[in-house]
C-alpha cells in the first residue's frame, strides 16, 4: 500500500471534488455580494462565509464605518489577509496559523469577495451555471499529469 497520498487515485479525486465544490460555494458569495448593495446585508454575507471558509474572525472599514466578528477566537497565532478595496476601504481576515488552506483556494477566496464588492451589474450567464474557474482547471493539470503506463490500468505522477 502506498504510504504518499498523492499517488492514491481516490485521494485526487476527493480532493478535486473539494476544490470544484469551492468553486462553486466562491460562485454563490460573489453573486450573493453583487445582488445587493444594503451594507449590512453584505456584512452578514460576508461574516458566513468567513466562518465557511474557516476564518476565526474578520473587520471590515467600508464608507466610514466599521464591522467586526471575532466569534471564534483562537489561542495561539495568526495571520491576517487584507484585501484593500477602493478609496482607503479594507477587509481583514484572521485565520489560525496552524490551520491549513490551499493557496489557490485563498486566492479564489479573495478574488470572489473583491468582485463581489465592484459596482458593475451581475451579467447573465451565457453558459450553464457550474463552471470550475480555470484557476483550479490549471492547479489540477499543474500538480498532476495523467499517463497510461505499460500493463496498468492508469497511474498518476506527481
Avoid at 14 to 35: C, P, S, T, Y
Avoid at 52 to 61: D, K, S
Avoid at 63 to 68: N, S
Amino acid at each position: 500500500m502506498p504510504r504518499n497520498n498523492d499517488k492514491n487515485p481516490g485521494h485526487l479525486r476527493r480532493n478535486f471534488r473539494q476544490l470544484i465544490d469551492a468553486d462553486v460555494r466562491l460562485g454563490e458569495l460573489e453573486k450573493a455580494l453583487r445582488r445587493t448593495t444594503e451594507m449590512n446585508e453584505r456584512w452578514d454575507t460576508i461574516r458566513a462565509a468567513t466562518k465557511e471558509f474557516g476564518f476565526f474572525g474578520v473587520r471590515m472599514h467600508i464608507d466610514g464605518a466599521v464591522f467586526e466578528d471575532f466569534s471564534a477566537k483562537t489561542d495561539g497565532a495568526c495571520w491576517q489577509l487584507r484585501l484593500a478595496l477602493a478609496e482607503s476601504q479594507y477587509i481583514n481576515f484572521f485565520r489560525s496559523c496552524d490551520s491549513d488552506m490551499n493557496s489557490v483556494l485563498l486566492s479564489a477566496f479573495m478574488n470572489a469577495i473583491e468582485r463581489g464588492f465592484r459596482n458593475e451589474p451581475i451579467e447573465a450567464p451565457a453558459k450553464p451555471d457550474f463552471q470550475p474557474s480555470f484557476a483550479f482547471a490549471n492547479l489540477f493539470r499543474a500538480l498532476f499529469r495523467w499517463r497510461r503506463a505499460p500493463g496498468a490500468a492508469q497511474s498518476i505522477e506527481a
